[in-house]
């Protein structure tokens, strides 16, 4: 494969401006596919990046992470595979594939399902890459989950991709990517609940989460996360039916804070349906259990942020009694208050499902 990247010019910034990172005329081929590019950032200075704009087409990308690298995966100037579908694959080059980063990996946001739109940072809010933070690159993965229309079109090519906005001002708060994930298996005719539970640092600097975002696929049914503080109190930071558009969006308690020493709580649930035990993987024929959580710290807490972590993964079910004692937000697998009658309806019957 010889597609250039599109790289992104940072040129000299004052007020926010904006720069697109995006796949230029390029046409997939496998299913499932994952294809990563990426753009150098500012050696020479920090940059922050304020806002998210999606660059998709319809039914084309099945979802879009960005992600912020020390070293991309692949530096030649080219597009890369990196995802696992590839490793079997005859036709492709070795020399094209790759991880998304090389070192120090983060990520930074995310989008799927055809959501609307992106997300603006609250004021005084930015990702601090460039110059010489922990992000020397800003990585895109694009994930193909089908290309029948692909291969019917010889021609047809797609420039996925993200507009962002950018600016020079150092912002006073600074924004970071918490994830929740697990591994393992949902058994067939079956309810699962996958539940991950970690605490947040005693070092690291109180957080202000500010959005979130759910993402499974097809057997998912509601995904859930809270702050549980030293007292034993639940405060939900945010639950979504992941059939509905996976984009970001405010936290159920604006305004909440996370402090060190508290256990942040997620829990997937998945209503298995289909004749087979389903697996956690990357295709379309397993699932996923994902929340991000966007915070922010204070700048003033610059010094407290080598403790921050990046992520929690679970490896189990039915977690959170066990080491959280018997108080379990009761509605933490519910979903109804986020969706219509029509849609609740419509799930309960099978037919509301996004199979995407």
Same mark, same amino acid.
């Given at each position: 494969?010889?597609?250039?990247? =599109?790289?992104?010019?940072?040129?000299?910034?004052?007020?926010?401006?904006? @720069?697109?990172?995006?796949?230029?005329?390029? %046409?997939?081929?496998?299913?499932?596919?994952?294809?990563?590019? #990426?753009?150098?950032?500012?050696?020479?200075?920090?940059? =922050?990046?304020?806002?998210?704009?999606?660059?998709?087409?319809?039914? +084309?990308? %099945?979802?879009?992470?960005?992600?912020?690298?020390? +070293?991309?995966?692949?530096?030649?100037?080219? /597009?890369?595979?990196?995802?696992?579908?590839?490793?079997?694959?005859?036709?492709?080059?070795?020399?094209?594939?790759?991880?998304?980063?090389?070192?120090?990996?983060?990520?930074?946001?995310?989008?799927?399902?055809?959501?609307?739109?992106?997300?603006?940072?609250?004021?005084?809010?930015?990702?601090?890459?460039?110059?010489?933070?922990?992000?020397?690159?800003? @990585?895109?993965?694009? !994930?193909?989950?089908?290309?029948?229309?692909?291969?019917?079109?010889? *021609?047809?090519?797609?420039? *996925?991709?993200?507009?962002?906005?950018? +600016?020079?001002?150092?912002?006073?708060?600074?924004?970071?990517?918490?994830?929740?994930?697990?591994?393992?298996?949902?058994?067939?005719? $079956?309810?699962?609940?996958?539940?991950?539970?970690?605490?947040?640092?005693?070092? /690291?600097? $109180?957080?202000?989460?500010?959005?979130?975002? +759910? !993402?499974?696929?097809?057997?998912? &049914?509601?995904?859930?996360?809270?702050?549980?503080?030293?007292?034993?109190?639940?405060?939900?930071?945010?639950?979504?039916?992941?059939?509905?558009?996976?984009?970001?969006?405010?936290? $159920?308690?604006?305004?909440?804070?996370?402090?060190?020493?508290?256990?942040?709580?997620?829990?997937? $649930?998945?209503?298995?349906? @289909?004749?087979?035990?389903?697996?956690?993987?990357?295709?379309?024929?397993? &699932?996923?259990?994902?929340?991000?959580?966007? =915070?922010?710290?204070?700048?003033?807490?610059?010094?407290?942020?080598? =403790?921050?972590?990046?992520?929690?993964?679970?490896? #189990?079910?039915?977690?959170?009694?066990?080491?959280?004692?018997?108080?379990?937000? &009761?509605? /933490?697998?519910?979903?109804? *208050?986020?969706?219509?009658?029509?849609?609740?309806?419509?799930?309960?019957?099978?037919?509301?499902?996004?199979?995407?």
């Amino acid at each position: 494969m010889d597609i250039l990247i =599109y790289f992104a010019l940072f040129i000299s910034l004052g007020a926010a401006e904006e @720069v697109n990172i995006q796949l230029p005329d390029f %046409h997939p081929t496998m299913k499932d596919d994952y294809v990563c590019f #990426g753009s150098e950032l500012p050696k020479d200075k920090k940059v =922050y990046v304020t806002g998210f704009d999606p660059i998709a087409k319809p039914h +084309t990308a %099945h979802h879009m992470l960005l992600y912020g690298c020390k +070293t991309p995966g692949k530096n030649n100037g080219k /597009a890369w595979h990196c995802g696992e579908m590839s490793l079997g694959a005859n036709d492709i080059d070795p020399e094209s594939m790759g991880p998304t980063c090389g070192s120090g990996s983060a990520i930074i946001y995310a989008w799927a399902m055809d959501a609307p739109k992106g997300l603006e940072l609250p004021d005084g809010t930015g990702f601090e890459v460039g110059g010489d933070s922990d992000i020397s690159y800003l @990585v895109l993965q694009v !994930h193909y989950a089908r290309v029948d229309k692909f291969i019917a079109d010889p *021609s047809l090519t797609d420039n *996925s991709g993200f507009k962002l906005t950018i +600016t020079e001002i150092p912002t006073p708060k600074i924004a970071q990517v918490y994830l929740f994930l697990s591994q393992g298996s949902i058994p067939m005719d $079956t309810e699962t609940r996958m539940e991950m539970m970690c605490p947040w640092p005693e070092k /690291a600097p $109180t957080i202000y989460p500010f959005a979130y975002r +759910t !993402h499974a696929h097809f057997i998912g &049914e509601v995904i859930s996360a809270y702050d549980v503080n030293k007292d034993g109190k639940w405060t939900e930071i945010g639950k979504r039916s992941p059939h509905l558009a996976q984009m970001f969006y405010p936290v $159920t308690n604006k305004g909440m804070v996370i402090k060190p020493g508290d256990i942040l709580a997620a829990r997937c $649930t998945f209503i298995n349906d @289909v004749d087979r035990t389903v697996y956690i993987g990357s295709t379309m024929d397993d &699932e996923m259990c994902n929340f991000y959580m966007m =915070y922010y710290f204070e700048r003033k807490d610059m010094d407290k942020a080598k =403790y921050l972590k990046s992520y929690c993964n679970g490896y #189990g079910n039915e977690l959170w009694r066990d080491v959280l004692g018997d108080y379990v937000p &009761e509605d /933490a697998n519910q979903h109804a *208050s986020q969706l219509s009658p029509n849609d609740v309806i419509a799930i309960a019957k099978g037919k509301g499902k996004q199979h995407h």
